[in-house]
Structure formats: C-alpha cells, structure tokens
C-alpha cells in the first residue's frame, strides 16, 4: 500500500509491477488504483479559486490493471504493452501544489504556474522516456 502519492504512486506502482513481473516467470501483478479526493473537498470560508479548482479537476477514480510480462498466446492477450515508465521532479515547482493537512480537513492550494510548469517540461520528460527506441 503506498498512501497519499496521488499521481506519483501510480506510475510508481506501475513501474515497480513491470519491474517484478518480467523478473519473475508466469508472474501476473494485480494493481489496484484509487483516488479518494473527497478528502480534500470542505466547505470554503474564504473563496479561494484555486482550491475549488483542484477540487474539479482531481475528482474521485479507481482503476485496476493485471501486469504480466509473459503472456500465453493461447488463453491471454495484451491490450496495451508498457515500453517504458519514468517519472521526473521539476525543478523549482515545489509551490505548485500545496497542501496543508488541518485537524478536520486538507486545504488544497494549486498555483497558476501548474499548467506553465507542466507544459514547459512534458516534451523533455517524453523525450527522455523513448530515447532508447531512437
């Protein structure tokens, strides 16, 4: 169990799930994913935009996958094949996304930058996931 990661655990989780079942012969790795964002939903005292807006945006979900890195062609195929998994820290974003944990609920705070920051290091982080299939 990996615990409020959000985004970050789940492609941890799938890396680490590829990782044991191409090291481990017949092995199929079970991943079960949820986000529960109510957590964070409260009633505001003060407007603050970007709290309701990260409130919209990373709503509740679940998602499960089964990884497994030999499959038998007779009984099982493959809907998607992962070719590579990586994760990256962008530098200098550590006020994109704040969260103060209160006695009664987490205040959620996203900075205006989030979709400068995102935007101005995807192509990079993309860059570097495929560079071995160059």
Known sequence: MIYKTSCYASATVLRLAKGFAENNE???????????FNLYFHRL????????????????????????A?????????????LACRQTIIPNSEHGVVVHIREMRFEYYLSE???????????????KTFEKWE
Do not use: W
């Not at 930058?113 to 860059?127: A, H």
């Open 113 to 127: 930058e989030v979709p400068k920051l995102v935007g101005g290091n995807v192509g990079d982080c993309v860059t």
């Open 26 to 36: 017949g092995a199929r790795v079970l991943v079960v994913y949820a986000e529960i």
């Open 45 to 68: 005292t003060n407007i603050h935009l970007d709290n309701l807006v990260g409130q919209a945006l990373f709503a509740n979900g679940a998602s499960a996958v089964i990884v497994k």
């Open 70 to 82: 030999d499959p038998d062609p007779e009984t099982e195929s493959s809907l998607f094949e992962i």
